[in-house]
Structure formats: structure tokens, C-alpha cells
T-cell receptor, first 113, second 114 residues
Framework: DQQVKQNSPSLSVQEGRISILNCDYT??????FLWYKKYPAEGPTFLIS?????DKNEDGRFTVFLNKSAKHLSLHIVPSQPGDSAVYFC????????????FGKGTHLIIQP | DTGVSQDPRHKITKRGQNVTFRCDPI?????LYWYRQTLGQGPEFLTY????????KSRLLSDRFSAERPKGSFSTLEIQRTEQGDSAMYLC????????????FGPGTRLTVL
């Protein structure tokens, strides 16, 4: 069973607008959440994370929101830039981030000029 | 370059052969993780080490798979008697700060079993 779900396989956004990527999880034991970005033929690159004790974390153009009651998190990128085109993975951990991560299937974000 | 490195980047082998991959983590990182990624899926956790101790193994890690991290530095992942279903990208990651938890990934080793 898929414990971390990214229901949008792809998302197309115009350059300069906001990109919103969504992620749902089912395991109540998850207490640490991360977003990774991946280009073809490269390993995932860490973007931003959030602990379950928070509901928002911001880093530059990237903001992650966590809604624990809905078991939902989202990544906002604003403004979107052409270099943001990549596959984005949502990941979760039950050990405060120390254990192995459980990943979603990813969302392919395409930024159009 | 002080990132996570993996060797080889690509490996083509025939079914039934044994293969071994190597991962060199970021030097001050004491945790090392192995993942497998197949087409259209996210990375799937296989196992992880804290220093030289293997602390967790996923049920995906069959008896044909073995991982080691001697001396708590680099790690090797060996697959014995490879099968076509083992074809995947094998990713290594490392981390240090327990509180922050970010894992830093290497470029991966692409395995093709013919």
C-alpha cells in the first residue's frame, strides 16, 4: 500500500506564477516530511523539510505547509522559474528524519515560458 | 567535490551473475542509506547503517542482497544471482544531523540485468 501519495503525475505552470505540489500520507507515525527535486540521470536533491510540530516552513521561494489533521502537505514555489522544471518527490519518516524515508511516486513539474 | 559518490554509474550484467556497488558518503556523515528506484516510482528504502552497524533492513532486501559498511566509512551493496527484476537505479544517501534529518543522495548506479 502506498503510504505517501502524490496524486498528480504532472503539473504545468506558467513562469512567474505559483506552483503548488500536493502530497497525502496515511501513516500517523510519520513525524518528519521532506521534499526532493530530481533531474534526469541525477540523484534527488533535498529542497525543504518540516517537522510534525510545525505547520509551515519557508526557505526563499519554497514554502511547505503541513496539515496533520488532513494528513496532507503541500509545496509552494513562488515565483516559478524555468529551472524549477523537474520531478518533485514528497518523502516522510517516522523516526524524526533518522530512519529510511518513504517516498511518493513524484510529480513532474513543467514551467512554461 | 564533497558530495556522495557512487561507483559504477552504470552496470550491465547477465542474469545469474553477482554485482557489487560502492557508495562513499559525505565524510562527516555517520548514517548511510541504500534505496532502489524503478521507472515511474519514487525511491524505495532498502537498508541503513549508523557507523558500521546495520540498523534496519526493508523486506525488499531479499536474501540475495547484502550490504556492508566496514569501519563506518564507505558501503557496498552486493546482489547475488541477479534477476531481471533487479534492474533499477540503486541510490545511496547519507546524513549526520539527527535533528534535521536531511539525507543527501548520490547520483545512483543504474543496473541493467539482461
Amino acid at each position: 500500500d502506498q503510504q505517501v501519495k502524490q496524486n498528480s503525475p504532472s503539473l504545468s505552470v506558467q513562469e512567474g506564477r505559483i506552483s503548488i505540489l500536493n502530497c497525502d500520507y496515511t501513516n500517523s507515525m510519520f513525524d518528519y516530511f521532506l521534499w526532493y527535486k530530481k533531474y534526469p540521470a541525477e540523484g534527488p536533491t533535498f529542497l525543504i523539510s518540516i517537522s510534525s510540530i510545525k505547520d509551515k516552513n519557508e526557505d526563499g521561494r519554497f514554502t511547505v505547509f503541513l496539515n496533520k489533521s488532513a494528513k496532507h502537505l503541500s509545496l509552494h514555489i513562488v515565483p516559478s522559474q524555468p529551472g524549477d522544471s523537474a520531478v518533485y518527490f514528497c518523502a516522510a519518516s517516522a523516526g524524526g528524519g533518522a530512519d529510511g524515508l518513504t517516498f511518493g511516486k513524484g510529480t513532474h513539474l513543467i514551467i512554461q515560458p | 567535490d564533497t558530495g556522495v559518490s557512487q561507483d559504477p554509474r552504470h552496470k550491465i550484467t547477465k542474469r545469474g551473475q553477482n554485482v557489487t556497488f560502492r557508495c562513499d558518503p559525505i565524510s562527516e556523515h555517520n548514517r548511510l542509506y541504500w534505496y532502489r528506484q524503478t521507472l515511474g516510482q519514487g525511491p524505495e528504502f532498502l537498508t541503513y547503517f549508523q557507523n558500521e552497524a546495520q540498523l534496519e533492513k526493508s523486506r525488499l532486501l531479499s536474501d540475495r542482497f547484502s550490504a556492508e559498511r566496514p569501519k563506518g566509512s564507505f558501503s557496498t551493496l552486493e546482489i547475488q544471482r541477479t534477476e531481471q527484476g533487479d534492474s533499477a537505479m540503486y541510490l545511496c544517501a547519507s546524513s549526520y544531523k539527527l535533528a534535521s534529518g536531511e539525507q543527501f543522495f548520490g547520483p545512483g548506479t543504474r543496473l541493467t540485468v539482461l
